[in-house]
């Protein structure tokens, strides 16, 4: 970072990247899954051009079935083209994930982390 | 608050975990396990993107291109070789375009398909960029998409809209707003809007160019 845009940062010229009035994330999970989808790509598991084609195809088939005026929640295809991708490279079973993801719902309150 | 409220508060965030939250927590834990992910680096990658990563990287350039007629040039020519000086970080400006508004021609970005953006200049798209109205209504009646968010333009400026591929990113050069001459590169970069670099918002001559920086 150029010394210019540190000054800039510290005095608070310039906004941080979610503060123009809109977030980008709704909730935490979804900055989760985008960490998630990064640092993977990052290492090397796949490329970003790969991660794009399985979230084309998750937001082409709800858009099939669904028109503009419905609501519409990016990061819900977000994670399934992540969970897909997953799969497709063989790195973690959609069965594993839907098992996992069973157990830690029954998690009993107070016991879950 | 006492022990007891902690912990009630601390159990009810739990209760109201939706399926996508346990799915995601699930998909982590089974992907540490593989050794295939670590919490650090997921921890990294989201304080690098919501620390280092945003709009102010392309402000920065904004500014500089109106007080710098040569970078302007480099910019508009190859913006992936002229940022590269600057080490930006967040990816996808491998093959950045950068388009200039002129009065007589008005540029605006989508991505049709989902939501290619870039983020290293831009930081993270918002949410009505990703959404279906945005990605259609700005192709097929850009003008009246553009009004409906606040920028009516005259009939007389020519509309372009720059469509992301699998390559391409896109991000608009705005016009310098008036009665900012003498403006150092740094009171002009607080000047540019995140959305005046994707094209739904012009900059007017501001009333923070008065403020004291």
Redesign the interface.
């Known amino acids: 970072?150029?010394d210019?845009?540190e000054?800039?940062?510290l005095?608070g010229?310039?906004?941080?990247?979610?503060a123009?009035g809109?977030?980008?994330f709704?909730?935490?999970?979804q900055?989760?899954?985008?960490?998630?989808a990064?640092?993977?790509c990052?290492?090397g598991?796949y490329t970003?051009?790969e991660f794009?084609a399985c979230?084309?195809q998750q937001?082409?088939s709800w858009?099939a079935d669904h028109s503009?005026?419905e609501p519409?929640q990016?990061?819900?295809h977000f994670?399934a083209a992540?969970?897909d991708l997953?799969a497709l490279k063989g790195?973690?079973e959609t069965r594993?994930?839907d098992q996992?993801?069973r157990?830690?719902?029954d998690r009993p309150?107070?016991h879950?982390? | 608050m006492n022990d007891d409220q902690k912990?009630h508060d601390?159990?009810h965030d739990?209760?109201e975990k939706?399926?996508?939250?346990?799915?995601?927590?699930?998909?982590?834990?089974?992907?540490i396990e593989?050794g295939?992910?670590s919490e650090h680096?997921?921890?990294?990658?989201?304080a690098n993107?919501?620390?280092?990563?945003?709009?102010?990287?392309g402000?920065?350039l904004v500014a500089r291109a109106w007080t710098d007629a040569e970078f302007k040039q480099r910019l508009l020519s190859n913006a992936t070789q002229a940022i590269a000086e600057?080490?930006f970080q967040g990816?996808?400006v491998d093959h950045l375009v950068v388009v200039e508004n002129t009065p007589e021609r008005h540029n605006a970005v989508v991505c049709t398909?989902?939501?290619?953006y870039p983020w290293a200049v831009l930081?993270?798209?918002?949410?009505?960029y990703?959404?279906?109205?945005y990605r259609?209504?700005i192709v097929r009646e850009p003008r009246a998409l553009l009004a409906e968010m606040g920028l009516p333009l005259d009939k007389k400026i020519e509309i372009r809209v720059w469509d992301s591929s699998?390559e391409v990113r896109y991000m608009v050069l705005p016009m310098r707003p008036a009665h900012t001459e003498g403006m150092t590169?740094?009171e002009l970069?607080?000047l540019v809007?995140?959305?005046s670099m994707i094209g739904v918002e012009v900059l007017e001559a501001s009333s923070r160019a008065g403020q004291p920086?």
Not at chain 2, 130 to 133: F, S, T
């Open positions: 970072m150029t210019e845009l000054s800039m940062l005095d010229r310039v906004e941080p990247p979610k123009n809109e977030v980008i709704d909730e935490p999970w900055n989760r899954t985008f960490g998630m990064r640092s993977l990052e290492a598991y970003w051009d794009r979230l084309i937001i082409e858009q503009e005026q519409y990016y990061f819900d994670l992540l969970t997953m790195l973690c594993e994930l996992r993801s157990a830690f719902a309150h107070g879950d982390h | 912990h601390h159990d739990h209760e939706s399926p996508q939250a346990i799915r995601t927590e699930a998909l982590e834990s089974l992907l593989k295939l992910l680096a997921v921890d990294d990658v989201i993107y919501a620390q280092r990563v945003g709009p102010m990287n402000a920065l600057y080490d990816g996808q398909l989902c939501s290619c930081g993270l798209p918002p949410k009505w990703k959404d279906p109205a259609s209504r699998a590169q740094d970069a607080a809007s995140r959305d920086s």
